[in-house]
Each structure stands twice: as structure tokens, then as C-alpha cells.
């Protein structure tokens, strides 16, 4: 039932169109604007795009004046904005007033003055008549036979294998981006003896530095901020200490690697590498803040929540002679995100 | 104008801009490319803006972009700050960083460029979501705009990527975070993830490469593949001249609307000065990406509520929601909490990029289509997009999931569980519903073509009974409603002949059947009228 409306079928029966209440009635007639009809309302438009085009003007002298009074630092209180920057402030504004201006002129124009008749264009297929398409394919053939390609198999495949080999030539030159990984991601600076470093104090921790509770971010001994690898170095080494009751440690292994209750993971969180920053002290739950993977340090920094895939390494510490701090080697399983070769 | 005698004039008499006219042609061919061009006609809906929005953002982010590489330095050695933000005086970070807060400090100016080309970027990317979407629920995506949408896509695409990489350039602690979240990605890739992430950061993560590497890419690669695009997208807008909406006199032969010079020149050209006004307005007003506030990037420290920008933030979703799943087996670990994430990415993108092909393949309609669908005929394709959307937008709830918990003081855990079979389960519901508001409306045009407009004027008859007079259409909204297609879908056919022998159906085939029953099959539209029982209801009103 449908399809006797369909525009092929309408226009087959032809006769008909006349009795089809729903035949296309054609384009509707043009409505004349005010400003068609009315000499006043044309000029009373003119006049208006002229104000936006002037309003422009002004702006862009209002921007090159704002440039050279507002002194690059102003700081100026602005309602209901707030203390922002009196430079960006005006740059901004003028700049923007000076180009929706001409905008807003340009659109005004259009929309009042100019022909507002509607046309219709005709449509020409995209695809070609027949002619074209088999002169283009008698060409093609022709081009094709004298080349010889088909023919000369020879040429042909030398040619294929030529222009498949060339590139591995700019494939190679990739080759030294960078350095293989080698067991580069298996190891940190931590070594024995190494002292851990109070980040915020710079001096070696003691036991008694670190009050149950308290989450301290820790660096091994030695590195510096000015040295050039610091930012590769911290990426991997960089620590978190806590201290725990003993007994609220339920993993074994974390017991025997704790000081006094006083444990050491590492900061970088084993989902995507984001250093974990928030520590709840009553469950002793810390959270990465980048995306929510959640661990328990008091059994063995496991996953309890979020994508994270395996819990966070654990370095080995104990205190030295002197009574700091000082780890017992490095991680024994690589810190950060997964790779294919971790195991 | 130019009448044969012109040319026997002496030499300097025509005006000069026909001269330079003249000169261009001799060389450029300019009257022949005039004569298709300048009065070419454009059809008028607000929606076709979308596209112009883009266009516009993109040339605003090139302009602002070049100034920006004026003064910025991709360059990771590190200096001590001891510019005129004193918060951050005789603090380590890198050049990048460091040329940053001179362009947002002691260049006057340079803030503002700096926030227009972030704003700009963000409209850029939104407006070509939008302009998509708008494509694809009016169907102006079938042949033959198949390959510009797809352009289109590619546009879309890499305008994501290039984003990223921009606002990873001024190394700060939010976008150097990101980085690092990249590096956690590219290492879950197996067997070579490791080797990519070398060479990707010339070392390890950090190293003193990616910077300098992401600013190759970000203001010459990427752009110059994006421009090439560009105009091969614009070229087949014009070659292939805009669609339409139907309606009367609007014909799938012919283009209705005002021609290029002057109206759509006035028009569109003015419309780059408001869009652009508008940006330049906003960036005096919004601060976007304070990068001063975050400090520099340093691998063992972070802020919260730490977000991408807001197209990332749908890639964002995918990893927040996905299970940490880690298999690890002979040796090697999967990292498929990482992984899969990382495939699903483009693979949900991609769908909506190749859904043309997909659409063409299943209804087998080969002819070309200049009229557009209103969405409500299509109801499967409006339902497959809506569906799309409601996945987009789940993803970008859970991928802000600490936003969410603590602004609406929710459980994290619970976004995160209701996101995850929200992912599974929103877009079928969203399908669904889809689909049957289009039929209702589909229902409300019929009821619209056969009862005519409720006036709201109640008449009293003599009998005392009160009915609502119906105002019949005019016969252009008529024509409006009824001139879409209501396509049939594809059979196979009887698999016995009429001799008895058995004729091979492929397995190809019946699955294509039963999309094409799924797309235009039942319960997917409600027929149209018909002129006879419009006129059958017509004459019967005169007896009422």
C-alpha cells in the first residue's frame, strides 16, 4: 500500500497528480520582507549594520589601547567573576566585541537586505553516463597493454618487490627512537643499606619519625633534583611509608618485611603509573586518584577495589646501625604498570 | 557587462578588479571555476551550521596555534623558574613548563591566545561530534557522501588525538599524568608494549624526548593531515552539493536555497566573525587549564579530581570501569585491565564511522540520496545512533566518577558498578525507547495527515455535543509528511524453486536478510497514508 506514493510511482501516473492530495505543490511562493516592500524599514537596517561594523571599530581601538595601559601582572576584581587578570580581561573582551561585531553586521546584512528568493538548482548524477565509463576503461586498457605489465611478469614482480622492500629503509631509521628495554623496568634505585629519605624534610627517617597513622612519601638516598635522570629515577622509586600496628597486619610476608609495623610500598600506583596520594588511616586503604584502584596496606597492599591488576610492590626495610631507616635491597618484583615481560 | 567590444577597448579601460580577474583567469582558469561556483545554490537549516562551527575552530586554533609556537619551547631540560609568578620562583621544571607561564605571564596577550586556542580546541572537537550526529540521524551519510563522512570521522578522530597531544605539551603535573597514563597503555600492548613505550619516550618514562616528539606531531603531522582532509571534505560538500530537507519543491534532483554570492559569502563569512567573537569572549571570561595552578610535572606527584579534556574523558570511562583483569601466564603478563580498554576505544568509535558501509550493505539501496531522513522515519538507525550516544555519555559519567561521588556526596564504588552494566545494559533500553518514541511520532504524523491540526477551538453543535474542530494540512505539509520512502526489506526468497530444486542461500545472505528485517521490517514503521484514505476521511468529515 505504501509504495503508491513513492515519487517514481506518483510520477507514472502522471494524470493523476491533480488528485493526489498529497503532490508536491512546488516551491511556495516568495514572501517579500519589510525591507523589500518598505524603503524606511531597508534603511533603518542599513544604518544598523553600519552601527555593528562602527561598534567593531571602536573595539579594535578599544584592544590596541587596553595592549598599551593594562600592565601585564593587573590583577583586578571583576563581578561576578572574580580577581582575574585586567590584560586578558580587556584583550578578550574587545577582541571579542570587535569580531562578533562584524559577524553580527555581516549576518544582519544578509538576513534583511540581501535577495532572500529561493532557487532551485538541478542535480546532476554523480556517477558517470556510460560513454564516459567505457571510454575511461578502453583507455585504461590500452594504457595497461602498453606498459606490458600484464605481459611481463618478469618486470612485474621485481617491481612489486622493489617498492614492498623500500620502505623498510624508513623502518629501520625508527630503530633508534630509543634504547631496548633490556630489565631496565625490573629495577630501581633502592639497593641494601640505601637510606630512605623524607620527602618533605630531606633528612633519613628514624622509626620514630613515623607516628602511627601517618602516610610519609619517601626517595632513596642520594638522588637529587638536579641531576638529569631524577624525573626517570623518582618515576620508579618513589615510596610510601606507613606504620601500622603490628598486629593489624595480616598478610605474613608483609610482617616480616615491616619495621616495627612501619612498611614501605611503592607510590606508583601497578595500573597506569599514577603516584597514589590518598590514605585513609582507619582501614589503612590508599586510593590512586587517577582511577580510583583502591589497596589495603595492611594485607600486602592487595587490590580491593578498581582496575588495577595486582597489588603494589613492597620494599624490604629495616634499621641500620646509626637507627635510620634503610631498605634490604631493591623491589623484588618490577614497580608500575604491567608490561608483557613482567611474569 | 562584458560585451565582445570590451575586448577591443585599449588596454586599462575595463575596472581594475576585472583586470586582476582577467590576469587570475589567464593563468588559474578563474571564470570556469567561477561560473560553477559563485552563485552556487545552498540550502538553509539551522543544523548545517555544525559543520561551519568546525570549520571555523579549526582556523582559529591554526591562527592561535602559530602564535603560540612563537614563544613556547618543546623542550624537556630543566631549568629553575625565576619568571614573575612568584608562587613558583627558583622551582625545578622543564623548559616546556617554564615557556608556558612566560607566555601566560609576560607576554601580553599570550594568556589570551593561549586560552582561545584551548577554548577553540574544545568547540572544535564538540562541533564535530555534533555535526556527526547530525549527519547520521538525518541519513545525509548514503550514497554518495559515504567517504566524506568518513573523512568527517577521520577529522574527528585525529582532532582527539592532536587535543590530547596540546594539552599535553606544557608538561604540567595534570597532563604529565596523562602521559604517564599513555605509557600504561602503550605497555599493556602484548609482545612488543614494552618496545613501544621505549621508543615512544626514547628511554624510560619520562625521558627527555616526548615533548619535543609530541610537538612534531601536534603542530605539523597531525594538522597538515587534518588540512589535507579538510579540503578534500569541503571539495566533495561542493561537488556533491548540500543535501536538503524534503519539503515542497524539494526534490532529490534538484538543490532549493540562496546562492553562495553574496547571501551564503555574507552569511557563513560573518558567521566565522561570531563564532570566533564568541570564543575570544569566553576565553576573557574562563579560565581553561591553568597550568600555573598544577605546578610541573613530577612522576611521583598528582592532584585529584584529575580529568582530561572532555572528549578524552570517554577513554577515560573505559578504563575506570574495566575490572583490573591481569593474566599471567609462561612467563608474560596480559594487562587486559589496560588492554581491552585500549581496543574498545577505537573499535566504539569506529562503529560510528563505518555504520555508512554497514547501513548501504544491509538495505542493498544503491542510488543516491540528496533528501534527507527525518529521524523519526528511520526509527533502527535513530535508535542505533541514540544508543551510541547513551554509551558515549555513560562513558563520560564513569570516566568523572570521583567528580560525581564527591560533588552528589555518592559512593564511588557504586558510579562505578552502575557504569559498568549501565555500559552493557544503557544502550539497549536507550535502542528500545528509541525506537518507540520514533514510531510514536511516525503515528502522530499519520493521525496529523488524516484528522488535520487540533485548533483547540471547541464547538458546541445543536445536539449539544462539544468536538474539537481539525484544521486539514495544507497541502504542503502534506507533502512534507509523506513524501519519505517506506523502503521494504530484503527477502531471499523461496530456497525451492518451483521445479523443486534447491537453490543455494549463502549464510552471508540470511544474515543480511534478517538486518534488513530488523531495519525495515516489522514494528519499524507505521505506513503512510494513503491519497485514497485521506480523501475516504476528507469527504466523510463533509457528512459529520
Excluded at chain 1, 602498453?146 to 631509521?173: D, H, W, Y
Excluded at chain 1, 622509586?237 to 598486629?247: F, G, K, N, S, Y
Excluded at chain 2, 619568571?83 to 607576554?107: C, K, N, R, W
Excluded at chain 2, 598544577?294 to 574523558?313: L, N
Aim: aromatic share 10%; with cysteine; charged share 20%.
Amino acid at each position: 500500500m505504501s509504495e503508491s506514493t513513492l515519487p517514481s510511482e506518483r510520477e507514472a501516473h502522471g494524470g493523476e497528480l491533480a488528485e493526489n492530495p498529497f503532490a508536491d505543490p512546488g516551491l511556495p511562493p516568495h514572501e517579500p520582507r519589510r525591507q523589500d516592500i518598505d524603503e524606511k524599514a531597508a534603511k533603518s537596517s542599513e544604518r544598523t549594520v553600519a552601527l555593528l561594523f562602527t561598534v567593531s571599530m571602536l573595539a579594535t581601538i578599544a584592544f590596541i589601547a587596553s595592549y598599551v595601559i593594562f600592565p601585564v601582572g593587573k590583577v583586578v576584581f571583576i563581578w561576578p567573576i572574580g580577581h582575574i587578570s585586567a590584560l586578558n580581561f580587556a584583550l578578550g573582551m574587545t577582541l571579542g566585541v570587535a569580531l562578533f561585531a562584524i559577524g553580527a553586521g555581516a549576518v544582519h546584512w544578509a538576513r534583511t537586505l540581501m535577495s532572500d528568493v529561493e532557487t532551485a538548482a538541478e542535480r546532476h548524477p554523480i556517477e558517470a553516463d556510460p560513454e564516459t565509463k567505457a571510454q575511461v576503461l578502453a583507455d585504461f586498457a590500452q594504457g595497461a597493454q602498453e606498459s606490458q605489465l600484464g605481459r611481463r611478469k618478469l618486470i612485474r614482480n621485481t617491481m612489486f618487490g622493489a617498492l614492498a622492500l623500500v620502505p623498510l629503509s624508513g623502518v629501520m631509521l625508527l630503530r633508534d627512537l630509543g634504547p631496548l628495554p633490556e630489565d631496565k623496568l625490573r629495577h630501581t634505585l633502592w639497593s641494601k643499606g640505601m637510606l630512605i629519605i623524607n620527602q618533605n624534610t630531606n633528612q633519613p627517617l628514624r622509626p620514630e619519625d613515623v607516628a602511627v597513622g601517618s602516610l610519609t612519601f619517601a626517595v632513596p638516598d642520594g638522588l637529587e633534583e638536579t641531576q638529569s635522570d631524577y624525573q626517570e629515577q623518582i618515576a620508579k622509586a618513589a615510596l610510601m611509608i606507613v606504620r601500622l600496628a603490628p598486629e593489624d597486619i595480616k598478610d605474613k610476608r608483609e610482617r616480616d618485611w615491616a619495621h616495627q609495623g612501619i612498611v614501605a610500598f611503592s607510590k606508583i600506583c601497578t595500573h597506569v603509573g599514577c603516584p597514589i596520594s590518598l590514605y585513609e588511616q582507619q582501614t589503612h586503604h590508599v586510593l590512586c586518584p587517577c582511577h580510583q584502584s583502591t589497596f589495603d596496606l595492611s594485607d600486602g597492599a592487595r587490590v580491593i577495589f578498581g582496575p588495577a591488576g595486582h597489588a603494589l610492590p613492597q620494599l624490604r626495610i629495616s634499621v641500620n646501625n646509626q637507627g635510620y631507616l634503610e631498605a634490604l635491597g631493591d623491589f623484588e618484583e618490577p614497580v608500575g604498570p604491567s608490561f608483557w615481560e613482567r611474569g | 557587462m562584458s560585451t565582445p567590444t570590451d575586448t577591443t577597448k585599449p588596454r586599462g579601460k575595463a575596472p581594475a578588479g576585472e583586470r586582476v580577474a582577467d590576469w587570475a583567469d589567464g593563468r588559474l582558469g578563474l571564470y570556469g571555476l567561477a561560473k560553477a561556483n559563485m552563485r552556487k545554490i545552498f540550502p538553509d537549516h539551522w543544523s548545517f551550521m555544525l559543520g561551519e562551527v568546525s570549520l571555523y575552530s579549526f582556523i582559529i586554533v591554526i591562527l592561535t596555534g602559530v602564535y603560540l609556537t612563537l614563544f613556547f619551547h618543546p623542550s624537556m631540560s630543566e631549568v629553575t623558574y625565576n619568571g614573575t609568578y612568584a608562587p613558583l620562583q627558583g622551582i625545578q621544571m622543564s623548559e616546556a613548563y617554564a615557556s608556558t607561564l612566560h607566555i601566560s605571564f609576560d607576554v601580553r596577550g599570550g594568556l589570551l591566545m593561549r586560552q582561545v586556542h584551548h577554548w577553540a580546541a574544545i568547540v572544535f572537537v564538540a562541533a564535530m561530534l555534533v555535526h556527526m550526529m547530525r549527519v547520521f540521524f538525518t541519513g545525509a551519510f548514503r550514497k554518495p557522501r559515504e567517504l566524506n563522512y568518513l573523512f568527517g570521522f577521520l577529522l574527528l578522530f585525529l582532532g582527539m588525538f592532536d587535543g590530547f597531544m596540546g594539552y599535553s605539551l606544557p608538561d604540567d603535573l595534570l597532563s604529565g599524568t596523562g602521559i604517564r597514563f599513555m605509557e600504561g597503555a602503550v605497555l599493556s600492548v602484548p609482545i612488543v608494549g614494552t618496545y613501544l613505550s621505549f621508543f615512544l619516550f626514547g628511554g624510560e618514562f619520562p625521558g627527555h624526548d616526548v615533548i619535543p616528539r609530541f610537538y612534531t606531531i601536534h603542530v605539523l603531522l597531525i594538522p597538515g593531515i587534518m588540512a589535507g582532509l579538510l579540503v578534500a571534505h569541503l571539495i566533495l560538500v561542493f561537488y556533491h552539493k548540500h543535501t536538503q530537507f524534503p519539503g515542497p519543491g524539494r526534490k532529490n534532483t534538484n538543490v532549493v536555497g540562496m546562492p553562495l554570492l553574496p547571501v551564503y559569502m555574507a552569511k557563513a563569512g560573518g558567521f566565522f566573525f561570531l563564532v570566533f567573537g564568541v570564543i575570544a569572549a569566553i576565553s576573557a571570561l574562563v579560565s581553561v587549564n591553568p597550568i600555573w595552578s598544577y605546578g610541573p610535572y613530577r612522576p611521583d606527584q598528582v592532584s585529584t579530581d584529575a580529568q582530561p579534556d572532555w572528549y578524552m574523558g570517554y577513554s577515560e570511562g573505559l578504563i575506570r570501569i574495566m575490572p583490573g583483569w591481569e593474566i599471567n601466564l609462561w612467563g608474560h603478563t596480559l594487562q587486559l585491565g589496560v588492554f581491552i580498554p585500549l581496543v574498545v576505544f577505537p573499535l566504539v568509535l569506529g562503529f560510528i564511522g563505518l555504520y555508512p558501509f554497514f547501513e548501504s550493505w544491509v538495505t542493498g539501496d544503491k542510488r543516491e540520496h540528496h533528501l534527507l531522513d527525518r529521524p523519526r522515519n528511520r526509527p533502527v538507525r535513530t535508535g542505533i545512533g541514540a544508543a551510541w550516544i547513551s554509551l558515549y555519555l555513560i562513558l563520560l559519567v564513569a570516566g568523572g566518577n570521583d567528580i560525581f561521588a564527591t560533588r552528589f556526596h555518592l559512593s564511588i564504588n557504586v558510579i562505578t558498578w552502575v557504569s559498568r552494566i549501565g555500559f552493557f545494559v544503557l544502550p539497549v533500553v536507550v535502542f528500545l525507547a528509541t525506537k518507540r518514541i520514533a514510531l510514536g511520532l511516525q503515528r502522530r504524523d499519520r493521525d496529523k495527515i488524516l484528522h488535520g491540526r487540533e485548533t483547540g477551538i471547541i464547538k458546541r453543535l445543536p445536539h449539544g455535543e462539544f468536538i474539537e474542530i481539525h484544521e486539514p494540512l495544507p497541502q504542503s505539509a502534506l507533502y512534507t509528511l509523506t513524501s519519505h520512502e517506506q523502503p521494504k526489506p530484503l527477502e531471499i526468497g523461496p530456497e525451492v524453486d518451483e521445479n523443486g530444486v534447491e537453490r543455494k542461500v549463502g549464510r552471508i545472505a540470511k544474515l543480511r536478510a534478517r538486518l534488513s528485517q530488523a531495519m525495515y521490517g516489522r514494528d519499524t514503521q507505521i505506513p503512510k497514508p494513503t491519497p485514497e484514505e485521506y480523501k475516504e476521511i476528507m469527504s466523510g468529515h463533509g457528512h459529520h
